[in-house]
């Protein structure tokens, strides 16, 4: 396959939550939520899923796509270590996405929390360099927006 050119994007998305900062914090922070906002979907059967949230810790997750989706039968993953964790206020993250075993992507991932009246606004920016095979700037926007309505939904759970 031939080299193509890097293509780096940033995008920043922001949500308000009825919900405080230290509960949409504890969204992130806990494995079983974050499980089933961020890693849980119908499109694909969760593998496996590991969370040490702290300075210096790691998120892994492995999934398999399922029939009737573009990358069927293949298997995505994300190797994500925390950099910075300001409890309720801040997270710092970097990710390495790999579709089938080669590497797709390089992340930057902040995500702050602001009180807003007696909730909390979330602005998160994301910083990638897309890889060949990516699935590009365009649908990795797509699917943190998603993820951040899923993380709406596991707020109101409680």
């Known amino acids: 396959m031939e080299t193509q050119p890097v293509v780096h994007n940033t995008f920043t998305l922001e949500r308000t ?3 405080s900062p230290e509960r949409v914090f504890a969204a992130f922070a806990d494995p079983a ?3 089933r906002w961020f890693a ?3 499109h694909h059967t969760l593998e496996s899923y590991d969370l040490d949230f702290r300075d210096g810790g ?3 997750y492995s999934s398999r796509f399922h029939e009737g989706t573009p990358v069927a039968g293949k298997t995505l993953t994300n190797e994500s270590s925390y950099q910075n964790i300001v409890p ?4 710092v993250f970097t ?3 790999w579709l089938a075993e080669k590497c797709i992507s390089i992340s930057v991932g902040t995500v702050e929390l602001e009180p807003e009246g007696h909730g909390t606004k979330l602005h998160l920016t994301f910083q990638s ?3 060949e095979g990516a699935d590009g700037p365009a649908m990795r926007e797509a699917g943190w927006n998603s993820l951040l309505n899923k993380l709406g939904v596991e707020l109101e759970r409680e």
């Open 33 to 35: 939520k974050k499980r």
């Open 58 to 60: 790691t998120e892994h």
């Open 95 to 97: 990710s390495t996405m």
């Open 129 to 131: 360099a897309f890889l």
């Open 40 to 42: 849980e979907g119908e």
């Open 88 to 91: 309720n206020r801040r997270i």
């Open 17 to 19: 939550y009825a919900a």
